[in-house]
């Protein structure tokens, strides 16, 4: 089974019911910092949605293609990709717990409209209060919830801090992970917002390495053992950084630079930090083919096969949604490693399976 984690999900039909599309552009919290209107796509006869963050710098665009799921069972057909996992993209920051559950029934209506081929993540405000944990538990045992989006931080807070553990904690119980989605731009983005790629790209990259570190020097591995947490955009290459975030957790122990080492490491490097690594961290590709053959090849070595999952953003770009899979099976990793990254590991952390017999499909 080929399986898309990373499928972005908009209403259907967004684009021809005014009311519709009025509630989705009230969501992103619009003030002197940001900005949601709608407009023409540029050269094209057709509408798109565009939030700035800051105002006077598109940083997300919302289109046809993202709310016309008739086309995208034809994308998956003609590439080969037999079920997608939906993600809101990048509106959870600022959705409200009613704007929620609207969307949250949507989705799993997108769901019933075309069984077997996509399966939701449920969104819910991770403020812990008790008819946001009503609402958590709605999705996952009612509606088929096979994990919980999350953004990378909600304003200036962070996953780690004292305001989600309550939140995590119920997903934890629920026995499903989290998912990750990068924000529009990270908590401090004062010198990347004025040129375009660096505040789409690296702006998303900065958000996720900001949300993985600090989750993994703070206490919310140990008072949540069991939690997954995929993060998309490759974790903004935590892959990369992993012995150096790590420095000092390698040390010899007898070595003559010992006592140098040990001024500069953290109590929570060396064996808490590689089980954490091992067993709660996992990343989500969100595009295969940018990455390029080398990278994706030494992210795979640096993580292991197991902890990585495909994904394209579906529909932003035909070429990474086309091409992607095929370039999966290019590199020079094993078979079952292949068979892993494009469906092997998402029908493990998400319960696929289960879910297809679940609801029937």
Not at 2 to 20: A, I, Q, Y
Not at 126 to 148: A, F, N, Q, T, Y
Not at 163 to 186: A, D, Q, S
Request: proline residues 5%.
């Amino acid at each position: 089974m080929v399986v898309d984690n990373n499928m972005h999900w908009m209403p259907e039909g967004m684009f021809d019911d005014e009311d519709l599309l009025e509630e989705v552009m009230r969501i992103p919290n619009r003030n002197e910092n940001l900005a949601c209107y709608l407009t023409n796509i540029p050269g094209k006869d057709a509408k798109q949605v565009v939030v700035e963050q800051p105002v006077g710098y598109q940083n997300l665009n919302y289109t046809d293609l993202d709310v016309n799921f008739k086309k995208r069972v034809e994308m998956l057909d003609e590439i080969g990709v037999d079920m997608g996992v939906l993600r809101i993209p990048c509106l959870e920051e600022w959705m409200t717990l009613e704007e929620c559950k609207r969307m949250n029934d949507r989705m799993h209506q997108t769901v019933e409209r075309y069984p077997g081929r996509f399966a939701p993540l449920a969104m819910v405000p991770p403020w812990g209060d008790k008819e946001s944990i009503k609402e958590l538990e709605r999705c996952v045992k009612e509606l088929g919830c096979v994990g919980v989006e999350m953004a990378a931080h909600y304003g200036g807070r962070h996953m780690d801090e004292p305001y989600f553990r309550t939140h995590l904690k119920k997903v934890e119980e629920l026995g499903v992970p989290i998912v990750v989605h990068h924000t529009p731009l990270p908590d401090a983005y004062e010198n990347i917002y004025q040129k375009d790629k660096t505040r789409r790209l690296l702006g998303r990259c900065f958000a996720q390495m900001t949300c993985i570190t600090r989750n993994i020097f703070s206490d919310l591995f140990e008072e949540c053992p069991s939690l997954k947490i995929i993060h998309s955009y490759m974790g903004g290459g935590f892959f990369a950084f992993i012995d150096m975030m790590n420095v000092g957790g390698h040390i010899n122990k007898t070595g003559k630079y010992k006592e140098e080492m040990e001024r500069v490491r953290d109590p929570r490097m060396g064996a808490h930090f590689e089980k954490v690594v091992k067993e709660n961290i996992y990343l989500d590709m969100c595009h295969a083919t940018p990455w390029g053959k080398d990278t994706m090849e030494f992210a795979i070595k640096a993580m292991g096969a197991d902890h990585i999952l495909y994904g394209s953003s579906m529909p932003i770009k035909k070429e990474w949604s086309y091409e992607g899979p095929d370039f999966i099976r290019s590199l020079d990793i094993t078979e079952e490693e292949k068979n892993l990254i494009l469906g092997g590991n998402a029908d493990r952390l998400f319960g696929l399976t289960e879910f297809r017999k679940q609801f029937g499909m």
